[in-house]
């Protein structure tokens, strides 16, 4: 992932200015039951959308013959955009980091997934490496990897299940803007990812009014180890969890 390691934090305390943000963070004998048989939406309003799609990225050039209509995503944030299109994953990461209900999901994913009327959507388990076989049990018909970290190797046996969006240039290295246009092209839904993003931007613009006091100031973003108090991350500025 995007983050530097800063050492020696033992005579300094840091104040941090913490805000939401987009992105988030299997062994197929461990998947969790989904009450939803595939993706879905009552809002996709993609029928302007021409096939096949191509998308270019670090890894190589997807292909996308026609609509979707089961997607997974791996790793962080990715499925929060079809979730804001009212399109149910089949199969998503188990964020690994943020969670204390148990539920392997951030709280807006997991009421992104309640919305929709899904309490328990099928997670793989990646912490240790993806889990190849628990992707391709959900039968996807494209797997969002926006923002992520996967190899070449990892991209080519991805591959052999379904296209894989991966992303633009350097792994752990994509802004939120360039993430929801990543993943929502690759459902076929680019118009509406240019949207997402416009009424984001908006809504951003719409809260720092409400905090005049902000105007001109800078913020870091970081990351403290409970076990290690003398080292910080620093989430640098193409994270989308930062910027």
Known sequence: MNLKKITGLNKAMIVIIAASFLAGCSNSSSVKNNTAESSSSAESTDSDTKYPIT????????????????????????????????IVP?????????????????????EGFRELGVDSPVLFHDTDGLDFEAISDVQPDVILAGYSGITQE??????????????????????????????????????????????????????????????????????????????????????????
Not at 59 to 81: C, H, M, R
């Open 90 to 110: 089949v199969g998503v990461s188990e964020a690994n980091y943020g969670v204390t209900d148990g539920s392997g999901l951030l709280p807006w994913t997991l």
């Open 55 to 86: 998308i270019e990225h670090a890894l190589g050039e997807t292909v996308i013959e026609k609509k979707p209509e089961k997607i997974a995503t791996i790793f962080w944030g990715n499925q929060d955009v079809p979730l804001a299109f009212g």
């Open 154 to 243: 990892e991209y080519d046996l991805l591959s052999e299940i379904a296209p894989v969006v991966a992303y633009p240039q350097k792994p752990w290295v994509t802004s939120w803007r360039e993430q929801i246009l990543l993943d929502s092209k690759g459902i076929g839904m680019e118009k509406e990812g240019e949207k997402l993003i416009a009424d984001l931007e908006n809504e951003i613009a719409e809260k720092i009014t409400a905090y005049p006091q902000l105007e001109g100031k800078t913020a870091a973003f970081m990351y403290f180890t409970p076990t290690d108090l003398g080292n910080f991350y620093v989430y640098l500025t193409a994270d989308p969890r930062a910027a």
